[in-house]
């Protein structure tokens, strides 16, 4: 009898002492319902509610899901549900046990991340991974590239997001910038007392945040693991959503708000570690520099930013963010030191900064891009070139790498052209993207705006 994936993962719950905890948790806060929650290929959470009496068997069987929820349950505009259609199975979430938490805001509830699987009963891949999964796919490349490399991933995300409601404008000079000043912090001080509360009941070691631009917050956490720095975004965002609800306003992880306004980035910080050392910088150099092993891992991800803008920004209105030049946001593929207009930035001693991501990117996806990326970079050794200096854009594009694409519609095409993603998220994930994207781009291209109304409808003659 072949023992499947969704086997070994329920054996594991079974005879896991982190059951044990988990009930005694329940038993003790007065746990009353449990949320399984799965992550889609757009960062949705979905799932499902179960009161906790029945957590004990959900965690070894497991909970059902129709699998079109994989992709939001989303029909193109031909009417064809994506990700298999109304005939397309149900895949089996099983919770990954240490990943469960108790909702600080109402602690008679609690939430576990899940891994999904197809189901049991199939003729063909019966109990394996469902190849759709983005949180399942970060797991298992994390395990290869460490097997392969003996290197560990780690990062920590910056994520700016825009808070509205009454009182919240911001009051400042014509011509200067809010940025930084504590009087706007101050007008924010409920948000962010209350975001970093839950924050931290939920496992988030929140470090420091500033006001960015109007009604913009960037409020960060610790760097860790990639896996463990994806789960934690995904719960920021929730924490955000929540806290908006208790204080009646709105928090949007919207790339671009509106015309003018600052766009809201994910930046992704991060550095190779190997037995605790980090490999991209090197023993004794103490100026911005970067070892032979960082220069090659930075090559690749230059190499493959292109191809993965359809991940790092993976709106329609991901675009609108790269246009403004002088905001801050790459409109190059480049790198620089301590140079903040160029894609990827050292930071610091042994970090890159990834500019590319948005605020509304999914987190187990663009950690998979950075992994895969980096890796082909190292196999290949590809030289990353000098570093920019100056602002990136007064710079022409650099012929090493591929032009960065500026919509969605260049993003899915050049997708399509990398073969090291596609072949890193298999041809299941990968299809699903492309038509997910291509869907919405084509919705967009067909719907009139109110800008085209406005330039042409008393235009002529």
């Avoid at 979430?93 to 939430?111: G, H, M, Q």
């Avoid at 306003?249 to 037995?275: E, Q, V, Y």
Wanted: charged share 25%.
């Amino acid at each position: 009898m072949t023992i499947t994936p969704l086997d070994t993962h329920r054996e594991a719950n079974a005879g896991s002492p982190e059951l044990a905890a988990v009930l005694s948790t329940i038993a003790e806060r007065g746990v009353e319902f449990v949320y399984f929650q799965a992550v889609t290929v757009t960062g949705r959470v979905v799932g499902k509610v179960a009161p906790a009496r029945h957590f004990e068997r959900l965690a070894i069987r497991g909970v059902q899901q129709h699998q079109t929820a994989i992709a939001n349950l989303q029909g193109t505009r031909e009417g064809v549900l994506l990700a298999g259609g109304v005939n397309a199975p149900e895949y089996t979430a099983i919770p990954d046990l240490e990943t469960f938490a108790v909702l600080p805001w109402d602690t008679s509830f609690a939430r576990v991340f899940c891994r999904l699987y197809e189901p049991d009963h199939l003729a063909e891949r019966a109990g394996a991974e469902f190849t759709c999964d983005t949180r399942g796919l970060l797991r298992r490349m994390l395990s290869g590239f460490t097997d392969r490399t003996g290197l560990e991933l780690r990062t920590g995300c910056e994520p700016e997001m825009t808070w509205q409601g009454d009182g919240l404008e911001a009051h400042f000079r014509p011509g200067s910038s809010p940025a930084y000043h504590i009087e706007h912090l101050e007008r924010n001080r409920p948000i962010v007392k209350k975001v970093v509360e839950y924050a931290q009941a939920l496992g988030l070691d929140m470090i420091e945040g500033d006001y960015e631009d109007e009604f913009q917050v960037e409020l960060n956490f610790m760097y860790d693991r990639a896996d463990l720095t994806a789960d934690r975004l995904t719960t920021y965002r929730q924490i955000c959503k929540q806290v908006a609800r208790e204080l009646g306003i709105h928090a949007s992880f919207m790339p671009k708000p509106a015309t003018g306004m600052m766009g809201n980035g994910c930046h992704h910080n991060f550095s190779l570690w190997r037995d605790d050392v980090n490999v991209l910088a090197e023993p004794g150099v103490t100026e911005l520099h970067l070892s032979e092993v960082g220069r090659h891992a930075l090559g690749g991800l230059l190499a493959h930013s292109a191809g993965a803008m359809l991940i790092n920004g993976s709106t329609v209105n991901s675009y609108k963010r790269y246009w403004d030049a002088g905001q801050f946001a790459p409109s190059r593929i480049n790198w620089g030191l301590d140079n903040k207009t160029c894609t990827v930035r050292l930071s610091a001693v042994g970090r890159l900064e990834y500019k590319l991501p948005d605020a509304a990117v999914n987190p187990y996806l663009s950690h998979a891009v950075i992994l895969a990326a980096c890796e082909d970079g190292m196999k290949n050794a590809t030289d990353p070139g000098k570093p920019t200096q100056g602002s990136s854009y007064d710079e022409p594009v650099d012929g090493r790498f591929p032009a960065l694409p500026l919509t969605l519609g260049e993003a899915i095409s050049a997708f399509r052209a990398d073969e090291v993603l596609n072949q890193a998220f298999g041809p299941d994930l990968s299809a699903l993207l492309v038509d997910y994207h291509a869907d919405e781009w084509a919705r967009f291209c067909g719907h009139v705006t109110e800008w085209e109304r406005e330039m042409y409808w008393n235009d002529t003659p």
